[in-house]
């Protein structure tokens, strides 16, 4: 089993920056694909980002590429969204994601374990 905990979500104007941490307990992650996925309010989850096991190879929804970057620590078991010029339709909660695999992939289907998400609202 793996637990995912996030942190660093909160309250942001229009242009500022966050940057979120997904802590993973249980096992080591450092084998799995991980990613980053949001739900805005009425809306399905959508993916965000994507990084492989060894952190070589990365993916992110066009939406969010040169503003968003995702990063690992697989020492700390560690995963990251740095967020920069953050935009009031960022606003959504965000989820960290493992998949016992080393390829990413965009589906929430592909991912075995989630985090419980963390609250980015970013205001006008």
């Known amino acids: 089993q793996v637990q995912l905990v996030e942190s660093g979500g909160g309250l942001v104007q229009a242009g500022g920056s966050l940057r979120l941490s997904c802590a993973a307990s249980g096992r080591t992650v450092s084998s799995y694909a991980m990613g980053w996925f949001r739900q805005a309010p009425g809306k399905e989850r959508e993916f965000v980002a994507a990084?492989?096991?060894?952190?070589?190879?990365?993916d992110y929804v066009n939406s969010v590429k040169d503003r968003f970057t995702i990063s690992r620590d697989n020492a700390k078991n560690t995963l990251y969204l740095q967020m920069n010029s953050l935009k009031p339709e960022d606003t959504a909660v965000y989820y960290c994601?493992?998949?016992?695999?080393?390829?990413?992939?965009?589906?929430?289907?592909?991912?075995?374990?989630w985090g419980q998400g963390t609250q980015v609202t970013v205001s006008s």
């Open positions: 994601a493992a998949r016992l695999v080393r390829i990413m992939s965009r589906s929430t289907s592909d991912y075995d374990y």
């Open positions: 990084i492989s096991w060894s952190a070589i190879s990365r």
